[in-house]
């Protein structure tokens, strides 16, 4: 069983009310545009849920993309799959709000799950949010592989630890990309590196990533591929 999904990983200490928390029809909140020589040429948007029983069907296999909504998630999907704006990005942190499933190859998916740790809507959503990722984590035998997105001036935080504590549980290869690499200069961003490295372990595999300059997207691009033919065991 997956550990239950605390509300206060989808919130932040200033939140403010927005929304009802109500369940809504599916939503595309996604577009993906075509651009030329895309890793993933045929990719293309499947839908959005905001209950388990809108997931598309439970076949194939599936990497799913998870971090606090301020730590790049969407900026780094864009760049990994070479498709602009293939996942929605927004000054405002805390946009992705549903579970947004993406087609990559036949049978092979991308699912951008809702941000958290900045998500500044009412408790009653929170805790929606919070049902929506446990039943995903739990119930998707085709996720074979969860990318972290965490930024690299942070480090590892208490929300991303959850996160895999989650993965651990459904035994869920992870794979870490430190985001935003390039706000860091280089001696500064192999030390945070090193230091992830030695506090995960063989928990997850991990890297340097920029979205800005593109650092590190082939070695993102190999950890995705490898994921898609992993299984769970």
Do not use: C
């Not at 403010?16 to 030329?36: D, N």
């Not at 941000?115 to 035998?141: C, D, I, N, T």
């Not at 590892?156 to 935003?180: C, N, S, W, Y």
């Not at 979205?211 to 898609?228: K, N, S």
Request: net charge positive; hydrophobic share 40%.
């Amino acid at each position: 069983m997956v550990p239950e999904w605390p509300v206060a990983l989808l919130s932040d200490p200033g939140a403010v009310k927005m929304g009802s928390g109500r369940p809504s029809r599916p939503q595309i909140i996604h577009t993906s545009q075509p651009v030329p020589m895309s890793q993933f040429p045929d990719a293309r948007f499947l839908l959005s849920a905001n209950a388990p029983g809108q997931f598309v069907a439970d076949a194939g296999s599936e990497v799913a993309v998870a971090g606090r909504s301020n730590a790049g998630k969407s900026s780094a999907i864009n760049v990994i799959v070479n498709r602009r704006q293939f996942a929605r990005t927004s000054k405002t942190p805390g946009r992705t709000q549903l579970v947004n499933f993406f087609e990559l190859r036949p049978g092979q998916r991308l699912v951008d799950l809702p941000g958290y740790g900045f998500a500044r809507v009412a408790e009653s959503v929170r805790q929606h949010w919070g049902r929506l990722l446990q039943a995903y984590l739990e119930q998707r035998k085709s996720l074979s592989g969860l990318i972290l997105v965490v930024d690299v001036r942070r480090g590892i935080g208490d929300f991303d630890r959850q996160m895999l504590e989650f993965a651990a549980a459904v035994e869920t290869p992870v794979h870490i990309l430190l985001t935003k690499a390039d706000k860091l200069k280089r001696g500064r961003a192999a030390a945070a590196l090193l230091g992830v490295q030695k506090e995960l372990g063989d928990t997850a595999s991990v890297q340097l990533f920029s979205a800005l300059d593109r650092q590190g997207v082939d070695q993102a691009r190999e950890a995705l591929d490898r994921l898609l033919v992993a299984r769970r065991s």
